[in-house]
């Protein structure tokens, strides 16, 4: 109950309440082990003629039923942080359980871009 509000009264902002659903962090390795399933990262034209290569580094949110919610480029070549967003957001992965319950993750995501000798 907020301060100043009558007793048995609905908060303020009751209709824009929502569900806060925890999230853990997955390392890195233990999240590729939970994949299912992943299209390949097409390395995009342009900076690929242009000799751009990298790694891009995502922060990548799974959801309670194992499909990718967020992705945040953190670092590498800006000219290939859509090419890798892009093509993560439609990866798949074994939904995570914790003591019995399903639950949001955040982890860690690597795409190299590396040109042919």
């Known amino acids: 109950m907020e301060f100043g509000s009558a007793p048995g009264a609905a908060p303020a902002n009751s209709g824009q309440m929502k569900t806060i659903v925890p999230k853990l962090r997955m390392e890195p390795e233990e999240a590729k082990k939970q994949l299912l399933d992943h299209n390949p990262v097409q390395y995009p034209d342009a900076p ?6 990298g790694t891009v580094l995502l922060t990548v949110v799974i959801g309670v039923d194992g499909r990718v919610k967020d992705v945040q480029a953190i670092s590498g070549p800006p000219e290939l942080f859509l090419a890798a967003t892009e093509a993560v957001k439609q990866w798949r992965y ?8 399903k639950m949001e993750v955040s982890t860690e995501v690597e795409i190299p871009f590396k040109l042919p000798k």
């Open 94 to 101: 074994r939904p995570t359980l914790f003591r019995g319950h």
């Open 48 to 53: 690929r003629l242009a000799g751009v290569q």
